[in-house]
């Protein structure tokens, strides 16, 4: 899995357009959990999500944690509750990002959420924990759990993957949107990009081409020999060659994008970066309802041989949507850590969102290309391509 | 002093808890979220600050530490920015684990998920002692070698202001005028910011940017925090476009006199409420108490993370006395009905006697024409 930098504040432009998502998509998502939790005889859930991973909380309510963390209460009828750790002045600008009524404020997200569960009724009840971002922090779960002592938990960490794995229109258009900022963020990146500038000058321009065109959140890997987090140790000068790892989030959705900028006149390394391309293009290919997620990383393997292993070390891909690394996975180590299906056993959908990325050494330096696309009947098709 | 010597003075303060305490190995955690009000343990002993999910420093009371780290691509940032010589991926953490005996602490449990702490706990058949006092309490005081990057990040907050007096203007979009200070900051070295700045006629409060487009008379709110080595700094300054109403001036004022107050109650040895109280009691004076409180307001000032974030909140009831070293931001941020929400804060040295701030912008209201 590739990860960056998480934001200690998700800084970027912070809004909900309820005509590009209006109340009835949340409410048709609401409906598929809703029969799921019957089919599983649960009465309520308990949905944490935060700042570095809010993916199953905003799927329900659009909301998305700006700093710090919070819980849904989503009993199986009735409405739906936000509890929030945040300032009680902060509500108003909160309730501007979700379409749920009743968002509520206080700093002991355990507790609360413990009294909020028992005026809901739950307090004798049969409850799921979602918290496939493994963020709750451990004394304030255990304080809930000690005032619930009556309820039967249960872990329901995957109960949304097989809604979230097939993106629905509105959530492809809204990804498509994403790509397309990132795909003109690569582009201008170009310009920007020079010998002899600092990294970390350059990051910043990066950062800024993405949060003028209204990206939420960013990151960015770059480097010449390995792909490291902007950090104030980063001073170097670039010199002929760097590999970046961008990946922004755009109206909650996710697009990842990889790319290398090679001076003209190093035909070697050009040649490379050729390379990485094309064997994208080739898993990519892959990308068709009906097939195992598994041949994507079969077809890697063939096509990169004695690089295969580095490239694997950073992942060669997985699913991408609310979350930067979510279901279908192509390697289990990666599948596991979120109670998601083996890659083996997992087939591809019409309409599942994946980034793919070949990243390689040669001659010590790095070489990465990446992309994200969405499967269709009619093969891959790029969410950063303008057409 | 050095990087070397400072991580090892750190080093040898733990083992000497470790040792008072009676514990053989200190497992320390972090969860790859690096957090501006919360300190970053495994960050503080060794400089990497980790990105994935698990990252655990072993401490033998005797031996050399082992940094064990997910995802292993980043195994080898992490040889370069840190001294520890041993590191290794996070999958291999679980054999070492089951041969330890003796006293365990744990430090950075409450950023650890339950099933990581359930693993432990299965792995070890029993639960280490939580120990993070350890750390917090040798982290208070910010040595020479943290005040270094402190100062660097201090002097970028202060050129994120200056870019917002330079190139704030009607027709911005509120993203827009947000990235404006944000890239300022980036350029000069920044690796991360808590940065928000919003723009309005009247503020209810300080939020994340929207897509708001800006207007001549906004009043410009920023709390601005930008992260140098892992360590912030803030400051919060408000800014007019175009000259505004004698109510702004007259009111942004006792903001000014709050913050002077507040200031001069920041005396080493004093408690952190005292603060907090000075700023209030400001407030109430000018007839504004209910404002004091929540919704409004409530926390006067904080600490700031990666290093210790003592002492805490500015707040009534937080009696933790204000110590030579300490680093904190005193802001008497306030809405107020006539004007809306502003902003006026500097982060603080605490000094031998008294606090001193390490940020240099004016505290005047910019009016920007």
């Known amino acids: ?43 309520a859930l308990v949905i944490y999500g935060d700042n570095y991973s809010f993916a199953d909380l905003c799927y329900l309510t659009n909301y998305f944690p700006k700093v710090r963390g919070g819980i849904a209460v989503v009993p199986r009828d009735g409405a739906l509750s936000l509890l929030l750790n945040i300032g009680s002045r902060d509500v108003p600008f909160a309730k501007t990002l979700t379409w749920v009524d009743d968002v509520r404020a206080s700093n002991q997200v355990g507790s609360a959420g413990a009294e909020l569960v028992k005026e809901k009724g739950f307090a004798k009840s049969r409850l799921g924990l979602v918290d496939s971002g493994e963020g709750f922090p451990l004394p304030q779960l255990e304080e809930m759990k000690r005032a619930l002592p009556d309820v039967q938990w249960t872990n329901e960490d995957a109960l949304f993957e097989p809604a979230r794995l097939k993106k629905s229109p509105l959530e492809l258009n809204a990804m498509r949107a994403a790509g397309h900022l990132l795909n003109a963020v690569c582009e201008d990146a170009q310009k920007v990009i020079k010998p002899g500038r600092k990294e970390y000058e350059i990051v910043a321009d990066i950062d800024r081409l993405a949060r003028d065109a209204g990206a939420e959140d960013i990151r960015i890997l770059t480097g010449e020999k390995r792909l490291q987090p902007p950090s104030f140790k980063q001073s170097a000068d670039v010199g002929n060659h760097w590999a970046l790892y961008l990946a922004v989030q755009h109206e909650r959705y996710w697009a990842e994008a990889g790319r290398t900028y090679v001076a003209p006149g190093d035909g070697k390394l050009r040649a490379a970066y050729e390379k990485a391309r094309e064997v994208v293009a080739r898993m990519a290919a892959e990308l068709r309802p009906g097939n195992p997620v598994a041949a994507v990383d079969d077809i890697a393997r063939r096509e990169l041989g004695e690089f295969y292993a580095t490239a694997a070390v950073y992942g060669l891909g997985n699913g991408i949507g609310l979350n930067q690394w979510e279901a279908p996975f192509l390697n289990d180590d990666d599948a596991r850590r979120v109670s998601a299906p083996s890659a083996g056993a997992t087939e591809l959908t019409e309409n599942t969102t ?20 969405v499967v269709t009947q009619n093969g891959p098709v790029s969410l950063t391509s303008k057409t | 002093m050095d990087g070397p010597q400072e991580y090892s003075q750190r080093m040898s303060k733990i083992r000497q808890g470790m040792r008072d305490q009676g514990i053989e190995t200190l497992l320390i955690f972090d969860s790859g979220r690096h957090n501006f009000l919360r300190m970053n343990y495994v960050a503080y002993l060794t400089d990497f600050i980790s990105i994935g999910p698990e990252t655990i420093l072993v401490v033998p009371a005797e031996n050399e530490p082992i940094l064990f780290l997910t995802p292993s691509w980043d195994i080898a940032r992490a040889k370069d920015e840190s001294w520890v010589a041993d590191i290794r991926p996070f999958k291999d953490f679980w054999s070492l684990l089951s041969k330890l005996s003796g006293k365990i602490g744990l430090v950075g449990r409450e950023a650890m998920h339950i099933r990581l702490h359930d693993e432990i706990v299965k792995t070890l058949k029993r639960a280490p002692v939580n120990a993070k006092d350890l750390i917090e309490n040798i982290a208070r005081r910010k040595t020479e070698f943290e005040l270094e990057r402190l100062r660097k990040a201090a002097a970028i907050a202060d050129a994120g202001v200056q870019a917002l007096h330079e190139d704030a203007r009607p027709g911005l979009k509120e993203y827009e ?9 980036r350029s000069l070295g920044a690796e991360d910011n808590f940065g928000m700045v919003v723009a309005h006629h009247h503020n209810s409060a300080l939020h994340p940017p929207t897509a708001r487009v800006v207007e001549k008379g906004d009043i410009i709110i920023g709390e601005i925090t930008p992260c140098v080595g892992g360590l912030f700094v803030q400051i919060c300054r408000t800014v007019v476009l175009g000259q505004p109403p004698p109510v702004v001036e007259e009111k942004y004022a006792i903001l000014k006199r709050a913050m002077r107050l507040g200031m001069d109650a920041a005396k080493t040895g004093a408690p952190a409420s005292d603060v907090a109280a000075a700023i209030n009691g400001t407030l109430i004076e000018a007839g504004y108490e209910k404002y004091c409180r929540p919704p409004f307001m409530r926390v006067r000032g904080h600490g700031l993370g990666c290093g210790s974030s003592a002492p805490g909140n500015l707040e009534d009831g937080n009696e933790t006395p204000l110590e030579e070293g300490m680093t904190f931001i005193v802001h008497p941020n306030q809405y107020l009905p006539e004007t809306g929400y502003m902003t006026l804060g500097d982060t603080v040295l605490m000094t031998r006697s008294k606090a001193e701030p390490m940020t240099h912008s004016s505290w005047d209201l910019y009016v920007k024409d």
Request: hydrophobic share 45%; proline share 3%.
């Open chain 1, 1 to 43: 899995m590739i990860f960056g930098r998480h934001s200690v504040l998700k800084r970027g432009c912070s809004t909900w357009d309820p005509k590009q998502f209006p109340r009835a998509e949340f409410e048709s998502r609401l409906d598929t959990v809703r029969k799921e939790m019957a089919h599983r005889d649960l009465d």
């Open chain 1, 354 to 373: 994946v980034a793919l990325r070949v990243v390689f050494e040669t001659e010590g330096k790095l070489v990465m290309f990446g992309d994200s696309f």
């Open chain 2, 177 to 185: 005028l947000a990235a404006i200070v944000e890239h300022r900051m």
